[in-house]
């Protein structure tokens, strides 16, 4: 799932963890995790083109809100993997 590899990366993991905390500009989200700018710009178009934040426009400033409905279906995704990982694991393939 794409959300569970943009969020292996540790910048974009804490990215998503401030916005969790609520909406936030870029200048905050530079502020707060001492990325530069071009950084923390580029790894917000990687998680709005999967729909994992989304931007407000707000006078000169755009604000970052996370899509807790996509968070919501990674986990989901997970914990059906888990499910199966578990419901399988003590049958062997023969070779």
Known sequence: ?????????????????VLAAGPACTCHLVE???LTQ??????????RHAG???????????????NADALDAAAAHLSALAARARAAADSRREC
């Open 1 to 17: 799932m794409e959300v569970v590899r943009l969020l292996a990366d540790p910048a974009r993991a804490a990215i998503v963890d």
């Open 38 to 47: 071009p950084n923390v710009s580029n790894h917000l178009r990687a998680l």
């Open 52 to 66: 994992v934040v989304s931007a407000e426009p707000h006078g000169r400033y755009t604000y970052y809100h996370l």
């Open 32 to 34: 707060d995790l001492g």
